[in-house]
């Protein structure tokens, strides 16, 4: 396209086009590249064999340093909640309405030039009941600045997952980041089958609905892994291959815990674009020690807090005597984010600044010799430009039959899959 005379450079003139109109309105005078999720997936696909961070932003130092991170590394990043840690019964002040704000913020704050998706994720519906309260939901997350949405609908049977999803999709905009999810999160127990795959996403084919990206349950869980067994990648590569016409990439749930060579070979050997991060970007902004994937080691059963890193030494005991009087133990250290961030925020600049460091260093790490993301800022950019718009379209296109995808006919279907389930999972995020 041929540059207008009132823009300096491509970075301008992707601040202007690229932005989506919820961004514009909330951020008028903002220098801040947000972003629809749709232009990271399908950088990561222009680039071929990468993924980015995806990091959860439970407290704003994880925030502060997964963007100075992709700063580093010229990556195209998404900065996330989950519905379970910044919903309505949230445990963590950084929230589904205040996010993107933050992040905003922030990136002007620390002269952030790459783009940022602001994705809300699992945005859970459990039963047929959370889905009338879901769509004026929905709304209000869009109106808060969120680019990118995850509906979440896996904890019910196969047809009331796609029966939510096509409920749903009209409250989402067109040009917004879109996930959806088939096998509820929960280790070994229960994984996807390339056939429940493919149903979700036929059905939503045949209604229009283009999802960027499938989460599966491939092998892992939410927190702390307890072993270094994690993502199945063979049976990945099976459903996103299963998966292939319909040009959808996957987006890989639980990353904390799973070492650096099978995180790589996902990258290289998958559709995976969007690789989420939480629990380990939480511990290491605590200072706790983890091993070189970001699982926290204990010390019988005793989180190992390092010298100089982290929260002050009497903050770390402070929320030691909390977390013992209100019994959380392991995974469920996350509460603690609500109650405590901010007394994380009263810290001295050196304590703050070393806690978003250590984010950035891990981040860093992680976006340039595990995910192979380094340099995709620009590939969004130039999509931007090529585009002449803050949405860049959809990857497929529909080629299934409504008539085959009635309400009916979704229901016989799905009473003919054959899946096991496994017991109820608990991993909302």
Same mark, same amino acid.
């Given at each position: 396209?041929?540059?207008?005379?009132?823009?300096?450079?491509?970075?301008?003139?992707?601040?202007?086009?690229?932005?989506?109109?919820?961004?514009?309105?909330?951020?008028?005078?903002?220098?801040?590249?947000?972003?629809?999720?749709?232009?990271?997936?399908?950088a990561m696909l222009l680039k071929k064999n990468c993924m980015t961070i995806a990091a959860n932003g439970r407290n704003s130092f994880?925030?502060?340093?997964?963007?100075?991170?992709?700063?580093?590394?010229?990556?195209?990043?998404?900065?996330?909640?989950?519905?379970?840690?910044?919903?309505?019964?949230?445990?963590?002040?950084?929230?589904?309405?205040?996010?993107?704000?933050?992040?905003?913020?922030?990136?002007?704050?620390?002269?952030?030039?790459?783009?940022?998706?602001?994705?809300?994720?699992?945005?859970?519906?459990?039963?047929?009941?959370?889905?009338e309260p879901a769509k004026k939901e929905i709304v209000s997350l869009f109106n808060a600045g969120i680019t990118s949405i995850a509906?979440?609908?896996?904890?019910?049977?196969?047809?009331?997952?796609?029966?939510?999803?096509?409920?749903?999709?009209?409250?989402?905009?067109?040009?917004?980041?879109?996930?959806?999810?088939?096998?509820?999160?929960?280790?070994?127990?229960?994984?996807?089958?390339?056939?429940?795959?493919?149903?979700?996403?036929?059905?939503?084919?045949?209604?229009?609905?283009?999802?960027?990206?499938?989460?599966?349950?491939?092998?892992?869980?939410?927190?702390?892994?307890?072993?270094?067994?994690?993502?199945?990648?063979? *049976?990945?590569?099976?459903?996103?291959?299963?998966?292939?016409?319909?040009?959808?990439?996957?987006?890989?749930?639980?990353?904390?815990?799973?070492?650096?060579?099978?995180?790589?070979?996902?990258?290289?050997?998958?559709?995976?674009?969007?690789?989420?991060?939480?629990?380990a970007l939480q511990m290491i902004s605590w200072g706790l020690e983890v091993n070189d994937y970001g699982n926290a080691l204990l010390?019988?059963?005793?989180?190992?807090?390092?010298?100089?890193?982290?929260?002050?030494?009497?903050?770390?005991?402070?929320?030691?005597?909390?977390?013992?009087?209100?019994?959380?133990?392991?995974?469920?250290?996350?509460?603690?984010?609500?109650?405590?961030?901010?007394? *994380?925020?009263?810290?001295?600049?050196?304590?703050?600044?070393?806690?978003?460091?250590?984010?950035?260093?891990?981040?860093?790490?992680?976006?340039?010799?595990?995910?192979?993301?380094?340099?995709?800022?620009?590939?969004?950019?130039?999509?931007?430009?090529?585009?002449?718009?803050?949405?860049?379209?959809?990857?497929?296109?529909?080629?299934?039959?409504?008539?085959?995808?009635?309400?009916?006919?979704?229901?016989?279907?799905?009473?003919?899959?054959?899946?096991?389930?496994?017991?109820?999972?608990?991993?909302?995020?």
């Amino acid at each position: 396209m041929t540059k207008p005379l009132k823009y300096a450079s491509d970075f301008e003139v992707a601040l202007d086009l690229g932005r989506p109109p919820n961004v514009k309105k909330l951020f008028p005078n903002s220098k801040a590249l947000l972003v629809s999720g749709k232009y990271i997936d399908q950088a990561m696909l222009l680039k071929k064999n990468c993924m980015t961070i995806a990091a959860n932003g439970r407290n704003s130092f994880v925030i502060r340093g997964a963007l100075a991170a992709a700063q580093r590394a010229n990556a195209a990043i998404i900065i996330e909640i989950a519905r379970s840690e910044g919903g309505t019964g949230a445990y963590c002040a950084v929230n589904l309405w205040n996010i993107a704000r933050m992040t905003d913020a922030f990136m002007n704050e620390l002269g952030i030039t790459i783009p940022v998706a602001i994705h809300a994720d699992h945005f859970g519906i459990k039963k047929p009941d959370d889905i009338e309260p879901a769509k004026k939901e929905i709304v209000s997350l869009f109106n808060a600045g969120i680019t990118s949405i995850a509906i979440d609908a896996s904890h019910m049977p196969d047809d009331q997952n796609l029966l939510a999803n096509i409920e749903l999709y009209p409250y989402v905009p067109d040009w917004a980041g879109l996930e959806t999810e088939v096998g509820e999160i929960k280790g070994k127990s229960g994984l996807s089958t390339p056939e429940e795959a493919l149903f979700l996403i036929q059905g939503l084919n045949a209604h229009h609905i283009f999802p960027n990206w499938i989460a599966l349950n491939n092998g892992t869980t939410h927190g702390i892994e307890a072993s270094d067994t994690g993502i199945h990648v063979e *049976l990945t590569a099976q459903i996103h291959e299963a998966l292939s016409k319909y040009n959808i990439s996957g987006a890989q749930h639980g990353t904390s815990g799973n070492n650096s060579e099978r995180l790589r070979k996902i990258a290289a050997t998958t559709r995976t674009t969007k690789a989420n991060v939480a629990t380990a970007l939480q511990m290491i902004s605590w200072g706790l020690e983890v091993n070189d994937y970001g699982n926290a080691l204990l010390d019988n059963d005793n989180f190992i807090k390092q010298k100089d890193k982290g929260v002050s030494k009497e903050l770390w005991s402070q929320m030691l005597a909390y977390a013992e009087s209100n019994n959380l133990k392991g995974g469920n250290f996350k509460k603690l984010n609500l109650p405590f961030e901010n007394k *994380l925020l009263a810290q001295t600049k050196e304590i703050r600044e070393r806690m978003a460091k250590e984010v950035e260093n891990f981040v860093y790490h992680l976006l340039t010799n595990v995910f192979n993301a380094t340099d995709t800022a620009q590939i969004v950019i130039n999509e931007i430009l090529k585009n002449n718009s803050h949405d860049p379209g959809f990857t497929a296109e529909k080629s299934e039959s409504e008539n085959e995808w009635t309400t009916e006919k979704i229901i016989e279907k799905a009473s003919k899959i054959t899946t096991a389930k496994g017991p109820a999972g608990d991993f909302d995020d």
